[in-house]
């Protein structure tokens, strides 16, 4: 059965910087695009990164300061934060489907981690 097991949240003040990693089982991971959304308090899940092989996507809120990455020998994807701002705050879930049509869409993805707490103080 797959397993998606997010880390590396919690509590940083604005300007600091975390790297969430999601650890994958039960697929073979390098088939997999591989993504990142967050869902804020009150608000909708949004997206904020994905990778395929090697190529990456990223929400507009996220370019410049975001990146993610992975590593098929460990069945890891990485999502590195810098500047991070108040905004930032949320649940972070780590999706994983073999060939997502639309990247950006949660929909698309047919596995999804239980989310790790990221908090952005002011």
């Known amino acids: 059965q797959v397993q998606l097991v997010e880390s590396g949240g919690g509590l940083v003040q604005a300007g600091g910087s975390l790297r969430l990693s999601c650890a994958a089982s039960g697929l073979t991971f390098s088939n997999y695009a591989m993504a990142w959304f967050r869902r804020a308090p009150g608000k909708e899940r949004e997206f904020v990164a994905a990778?395929?092989?090697?190529?990456?996507d990223y929400a507009h809120s996220a370019l410049g300061r975001f990146s993610i990455s992975r590593d098929n020998a460990k069945s890891t994807v990485y999502l590195q934060m810098n500047s991070l701002k108040p905004e930032d705050t949320a649940v972070y879930y780590c999706?994983?489907?073999?060939?997502?049509?639309?990247?950006?869409?949660?929909?698309?993805?047919?596995?999804w981690g239980q989310g790790t707490q990221v908090t952005v103080s002011s």
């Open positions: 990778i395929r092989s090697s190529s990456t």
């Open positions: 999706a994983a489907d073999r060939r997502p049509l639309r990247i950006v869409i949660g929909s698309e993805y047919d596995y």
